[in-house]
């Protein structure tokens, strides 16, 4: 089957996810100043989720490129990846409200774990269908910055835990930046 219902349906997903948490943030009361500064750990919540949430559309975007049909497990797999991504604007809400304390930003780190494992596994899937000489498969190589990002989320929940939510979140920041500009392996790949 073809791919345009899952990257449809995909789009339109990660759309609502944003509308969500940017409707989470509430208006606040008063016309000054500090009144807006107060939401301060509310809004750095939301743009590095929005980062977050970016950055998955934006490489899933990419990986479709070497798409050329879908089966049931990709299906599957992609709609795991969108549940994972799904839960952010929860987590996000509840980091931001309690200003980064550590159970809420290990909560997050942890469906930031779990999105990149669901990503990861819908790569996987993408791969077996296509084949291992496939432009995916020849694009993702080893896959250092999956490794860099698994491990830094895995580290990052029980630094957080720990007390250390101020590192733990410098780690989470440290991963969207190595994603935020856009994965070329798969461009340079198809231009072959």
């Known amino acids: 089957m073809g791919k345009g219902r899952l ?3 995909s789009d339109g997903v990660i759309a609502i996810i944003i509308t969500i948490m940017v409707l989470e943030m509430k208006v606040p009361h008063g016309d000054r100043w500090a009144d807006l500064s ?3 750990a509310i809004f750095l919540s939301y743009v590095l989720s929005f980062l977050n949430v970016g950055i ?3 490489n899933h975007h990419h990986m479709l490129h ?3 049909q879908v089966n049931g497990r990709i299906l599957w797999a992609n709609m795991h990846l969108l549940f994972w991504l799904s839960l952010m604007p929860f987590t996000t809400g509840w980091m931001g409200e309690n200003h980064f304390a550590s159970t809420p930003v290990a909560l ?5 774990l779990m999105c990149a ?4 596994i819908l790569q996987t899937q993408i791969i077996k269908l296509h084949g291992n000489e496939s432009v995916l498969a020849a694009a993702v190589g080893g896959d250092t910055k999956g490794k860099i990002s698994l491990s830094a989320y895995v580290i ?3 630094t957080a835990l720990a007390g250390y ?8 920041i440290a991963v969207a930046l190595i994603w935020f500009l856009p994965d070329q392996r798969i461009e340079k790949v198809l231009e072959h």
């Open 7 to 9: 990257e449809a349906f």
């Open 156 to 158: 990052a929940i029980p």
């Open 38 to 40: 107060s939401l301060g």
């Open 117 to 120: 494992v669901a990503y990861i």
């Open 165 to 172: 939510s101020w590192l733990a979140g410098a780690l989470l």
């Open 108 to 112: 997050y780190a942890l469906d930031l």
């Open 56 to 58: 998955y559309w934006n």
């Open 66 to 68: 070497a798409v050329k």
